[in-house]
Structure formats: structure tokens, C-alpha cells
């Protein structure tokens, strides 16, 4: 099997990677070599990335976020809305239940919003936005996700530096970037790396028709057939939803959108 091939030159969010460093281009290799040979789970990566990538990369662009941001979602939940991490971090980005409340997302026993595809991405984005402004590095906003603003700030000011490619830092945090990069490169370019999908091959996008509640449901089974649907079809499109005696109890003055596939 060939090594897979380093770019000349390669870019997050506009802001260069410094593959003149010998380091920093083997520290890149590292990652795309373990990538490139997780066979079963970068397959499904890449035909999941079918499904997302245009949808989670358009809510970052409305808020304002670099598009790239999407390959972050990537390395964090292989883009599994029900993903859950040792720690207990869930949903697309991963959020812990500290920083999810942070942002303004609800965590009960009926509702987890760390699942909702929407808001967590609207949420992710809010935290990239003021890391950046903290920062002034959309690298240095994505190593803070991992490791905690805290986390950062102080490498920053300890090691006097704001270049992630100089700071010595925990070693998740150290490989979190090139892990981005890693997945970057492969779902834009999966043959160049032995994938060799065709259109068809990738999940298709969900289109979807929205149902707008304002008061608690009793029976989701009973409400979803009242939708033409199973209570499977209405868990699985609606994964912020807890499974908690199939009922969804709204505190009041909330509203929620339901999501039922169109088709």
C-alpha cells in the first residue's frame, strides 16, 4: 500500500499550514495515514458526508463561520447526531452539558438540544465567532473547542504565542487540528486517497416538512401516527427527542419543530 500524498500546500479557513516545517508535515502524515486506513468508519464518513455536508456548511455560512468548520463535526461525531463521547459529550458537534447550556442549549429530561442538528450548529457557531475574536485565529477557535477557551488562553499567554502550529499542548488537543485537516483532505479528494465512490454511493440530504408544537404530547407513538408515521421514523429524524415514556413534556412558553421526511 502507497503512503497517502501530502499536499505542496494546504489551508484552514484561509489561514496557512506550515508544511515547510518537517514537523508539522509529519505530524499531517500521521493523521492521514490513520484516516485514510479506518476503511469502515472513513466509508461511512464519506457517505454520511452526503447527507451534511452542504446543510451544516450553509448554517455556517449564514453565521458567518468559514465553511471548513463542517470537517470539525467530522473528527468529532463522524457525523452521527446520537454520537456520544466517554465523556459524555453528544450530537453532531459534541457539545459537554457545561458548554451546551452555555450556548443557550436545553438539556432535560425530555429534551436534549445538543441533538438538534439546527441549534447546535447555531450554537457551535457562536462559540467559534467569539473564540475568533479572542484569538484572531479560526485554527485557534477549532483547537479551543477541544480543549476549552481556559485551556487555550492560558497556553497562549504561558508560551507567549498565538500560532497553534507553535504551542505545546495535551496531546488530543496537539493532533485535533491535523485530524481536521486529515478529513479535509480526504472527503474533498477521497480517490486521491483509495476511495472510490460514486454520487450514488453518498446519502442523500433529508427533505423534510415541519410540524410546530407549543404544548406537551402524551403519546409520541399516538402523535407520530397522527403524522403518517412510525414512532421509529419520528425518533430517528427527531433525535433530540428523549426516550422517556414516549412523551414530550413542554416547560411552558417553549416551542419546538418537529421534522417529518417529506417523502
Not at 457545561?98 to 447546535?120: F, N, P
Not at 450554537?123 to 487555550?152: C, D, M, V
Not at 421514523?233 to 421534522?259: A, C, F, M, S
Request: with cysteine.
Amino acid at each position: 500500500m502507497s503512503l497517502p500524498k501530502i499536499p505542496g500546500e494546504l489551508t484552514f479557513c484561509g489561514e496557512p499550514v506550515p508544511l515547510h516545517d518537517p514537523d508539522i508535515k509529519e505530524r499531517l502524515e500521521r493523521e492521514l495515514i490513520v484516516n485514510v486506513n479506518k476503511h469502515a468508519s472513513t466509508i461511512l464518513i464519506l457517505k454520511e458526508s452526503g447527507r451534511w455536508n452542504r446543510y451544516l456548511q450553509a448554517m455556517l455560512d449564514s453565521a458567518a463561520v468559514p465553511k471548513e468548520f463542517f470537517y470539525l463535526a467530522v473528527i468529532e461525531s463522524e457525523l452521527d447526531p446520537m454520537s456520544r463521547s466517554g465523556a459524555g459529550a453528544t450530537g453532531l458537534w459534541h457539545f459537554t452539558v457545561s458548554t451546551a447550556k452555555e450556548y443557550g442549549l436545553e438539556i432535560s429530561e425530555y429534551v436534549d438540544e445538543r441533538r438538534d442538528a439546527e441549534k447546535s450548529t447555531r450554537a457551535a457557531s457562536e462559540f467559534f465567532k467569539r473564540a475568533y475574536k479572542k484569538y484572531g485565529s479560526w485554527t485557534l477557535a477549532a483547537a479551543a473547542f477541544n480543549r476549552g477557551s481556559k485551556g487555550i488562553e492560558n497556553a497562549v499567554k504561558g508560551q507567549q504565542t498565538n500560532n497553534y502550529y507553535e504551542l505545546y499542548l495535551n496531546e488530543e488537543t496537539a493532533r485535533y487540528v491535523y485530524r481536521i485537516l486529515a478529513l479535509k483532505l480526504i472527503i474533498e479528494a477521497p480517490e486521491k486517497y483509495g476511495y472510490n465512490l460514486t454520487s450514488s454511493d453518498y446519502y442523500q440530504p433529508v427533505e423534510y416538512k415541519t410540524v410546530i408544537i407549543n404544548d406537551s404530547i402524551p403519546d409520541l407513538p399516538k402523535f407520530a401516527k397522527s403524522l403518517g408515521v412510525s414512532y421509529l421514523t419520528l425518533k430517528e429524524h427527531n433525535p433530540w427527542i428523549q426516550n422517556t415514556d414516549y412523551k414530550l413534556v413542554l416547560q411552558q412558553g417553549k416551542k419546538y419543530k418537529i421534522r417529518i421526511p417529506a417523502k
